[in-house]
């Protein structure tokens, strides 16, 4: 089956510096790419995906970039708030299953 | 839109009790749901799919006789911890995939946090 693997696994940032967070993914027939934030207490949150006939897809601050030959893609997130602590999840499938998870980034934004 | 409600947010039982949890897609038809477990500081970890009108399919090592798993419309799951214990103290978190699409994207609930006493 699919395996996910998320690094790093904490990231402690200065408010307006960038955050990057890669993962890993084991099966070539994934084809959709999520990223997701959780705060405490809270489901996750989706923020930002890519499809596999994508390269890089970008939101403003944030961006994904995909390289499927490699099976890895990246959250890249640019001009960091405090707000942006949370703890961040990249998930992967392919159509009629279920998102197979990373087991997450806990990033610390200080001010 | 695409807006999924989970019910209770929180509940506290006695251990040997059984809790059910709905998970309902409010805006839309969801041909599959599926429900995770998320342990503190953990990731989520799938138990099971379930399809609307047939049995769950729970994943390996998750009981199908504790965990019972009910999808009766297009628009409700629930799953029942029966017999529940401490260590099934939990957050569990349901999510839909849209029918009628290739149901990569799923959305999320808001999770229902399980304390057994």
């Known amino acids: 089956g699919e395996n996910v693997e998320q690094h790093p696994s904490t990231l402690s940032v200065q408010e307006g510096d960038s955050a990057v967070i890669k993962c890993t993914y084991s099966?070539?027939?994934?084809?959709?790419f999520p990223w997701y934030k959780q705060e405490l207490g809270k489901g996750p949150q989706l923020i930002i995906d890519?499809?596999?006939?994508?390269g890089e897809k970008k939101d403003q601050r944030i961006a994904v970039t995909l390289n499927k030959t490699a099976k890895h893609f990246s959250l890249h997130i640019t001009e960091t708030q405090p707000e942006d602590s949370a703890v961040y999840f990249c998930a992967t499938n392919q159509a009629g299953t279920a998102l197979i998870f990373g087991k997450g980034t806990t990033l610390s934004v200080s001010s | 839109g695409a807006v999924v409600s989970q019910h209770p947010s929180w509940v506290i039982c006695k251990s040997g009790t059984s809790v059910k949890i709905e998970c309902r897609s409010l805006d839309f038809q969801a041909t599959t749901m599926f429900w995770y477990r998320q342990f503190p500081k953990q990731s989520l970890m799938l138990m099971a799919t379930s399809n609307e009108g047939s049995k769950a399919t729970y994943e390996q090592g998750v009981e199908k006789d504790k965990f019972l798993i009910n999808h009766a419309s297009l628009t409700l799951s629930t799953l029942t911890v029966t017999s529940a214990h401490p260590e099934d103290s939990s957050f569990y978190i349901c999510s839909a995939g849209r029918q009628g699409s290739s149901y990569n994207e799923q959305f999320f609930g808001p999770g229902t946090r399980l304390t057994v006493l």
């Open positions: 099966d070539s027939a994934s084809n959709y």
């Open positions: 890519i499809r596999s006939n994508v």
